[in-house]
């Protein structure tokens, strides 16, 4: 069941898309983002993703304006769900 996406969700998944990984990891989060929203253990493994380095890899283009905004985004969901948290208290 899809559930309602924060705007850093949708713009995290507008990121992945410009991310150069395969297609089957960028539809793989994607969907996991659709469907259960993001969590702690998906922006860990996008972050562990992008940050190795795969074997006779030269290039990996825009790879630090990835990780900045993956980082930007994910500590802005934190934000917004400590926000939803204090809420319902």
Do not use: V, Y
């Not at 929203?37 to 074997?55: F, I, N, T, V």
């Not at 934190?78 to 926000?83: E, I, N, P, S």
């Amino acid at each position: 069941m899809a559930i309602h996406n924060t705007q850093e969700e949708r713009l995290l998944m507008k990121l992945i898309d410009e991310m150069p990984m395969a297609d089957e990891i960028k539809q793989g989060w994607c969907e996991q983002i659709k469907s259960n929203g993001l969590s702690e253990e998906l922006a860990q493994e996008m972050h562990d993703k992008l940050s190795a380095h795969p074997e006779g890899e030269t290039t990996f283009p825009n790879r630090a304006r990835c990780m900045a905004q993956l980082a930007n985004l994910t500590r802005r969901w934190r934000l917004t769900a400590q926000k939803q948290i204090g809420k319902h208290r």
